[in-house]
């Protein structure tokens, strides 16, 4: 059976990497889209893995994203660093943030995550000599020339890193630390665990993803400003797919991200300026009725399946 499924996530592969080959220009941007969307729905559950809900996504996002335009406007490096760098930006930021605030928990530290993406916008609108101020920057080419596919391939190797972080997380040491973390911190602790070290650790390595996530959504669309950068969206949209496709997991955000990615591209086609009430409307009908999300409903299914078969 597990050869198998070895087989299917190797076809899988196959299929995305080929994926350019034969799909047409508006595809491309669509799957480039979701593929961004379903890494930050990745590293957002990352850490709610450990119990702590972050509202930090945008904020490190749009630190990523000015980080690599405005290095690779320097001339300094090239625009694939420039990317790497973002995100060990964000990743520096987020330990000095974190050390700071993670002794909250719960609400405390959700409320104050959430205030990161307002402070990080209104410092980049009035340092206008650096970051173009509340106009933004824009670079002379986007990378690769513009190029669909390799723009593509560069969506899809950094939702790759992020899915094999994922696994890493998941499947080492630090699975165990922040279950243990997350289903009691005193039990946790009384264990030898240390809480706070793997707090800031998760909270570091999934922001660096994040600001590395950002890095190359500048350099794909050659453009940043507060308002675009900072968006609200690159917060609540991981966040519903996340849900939707069920947290705790790697499947389920990529799932997640599929599912409401294509969904929310056939709205706005259809309902251009109300899509975001249905994101809204998914969130509430998850919380309150698919508390495990997609992924939790298949385990469910296939649980009563073999239960049925036991019995029979």
């Keep these: 059976m597990k050869n198998w499924r070895y087989i299917a996530y190797g076809a899988i592969g196959i299929l995305a990497v080929l994926f350019p080959l034969y799909s047409g220009l508006y595809i491309r941007q669509v799957a480039i889209s979701i593929l961004i969307y379903l890494a930050l729905a990745l590293s957002w559950d990352m850490l709610l893995r450990s119990g702590q809900i972050s509202f930090g996504t945008a904020g490190f996002f749009g630190l990523g994203s000015y980080a690599a335009v405005l290095l690779h406007l320097s001339g300094a490096v090239s625009p694939i660093v420039a990317i790497l760098l973002g995100g060990l930006f964000a990743f520096i930021i987020a330990i000095v943030f974190g050390v700071a605030v993670l002794r909250l928990r719960g609400m405390y530290f ?6 990161l993406a307002s402070i990080f916008m209104l410092m980049v609108r009035n340092v206008p000599a650096l970051t173009g101020g509340p106009a933004g920057k824009m670079l002379p080419s986007v990378i690769f020339g513009g190029d ?113 990615g294509v969904l929310g591209e056939y709205l706005k086609l259809k309902i251009p300026y109300g899509h975001h009430l249905v994101y809204g409307a998914i969130i509430i009908i998850v919380t309150l009725f698919m508390t495990k999300g997609i992924m939790g409903v298949v385990k469910r299914r296939k649980l009563g399946t073999k239960k049925s078969e036991v019995e029979g």
């Design 110 to 115: 959700a409320i104050t995550t959430l205030a």
């Design 148 to 260: 669909p596919s390799k723009m593509y391939w560069l969506a899809l190797a950094v939702a790759l890193i992020t899915i094999a972080v994922s696994e890493v997380f998941q499947r080492t040491r630090i699975f165990f630390a922040l279950t243990s973390i997350r289903d009691n911190e005193l039990v946790a602790k009384s264990s030898g665990i240390d809480v706070f070290k793997y707090l800031v650790f998760a909270f570091a390595v999934t922001s660096a993803l994040q600001g590395m996530i950002g890095g190359v959504y500048g350099e794909i669309y050659g453009f940043v400003s507060p308002e675009g950068s900072f968006n609200v969206n690159f917060l609540l949209l991981p966040l519903a797919m996340a849900l939707l496709g069920g947290i705790h997991s790697t499947a389920g955000p990529i799932v997640g991200a599929v599912v409401l």
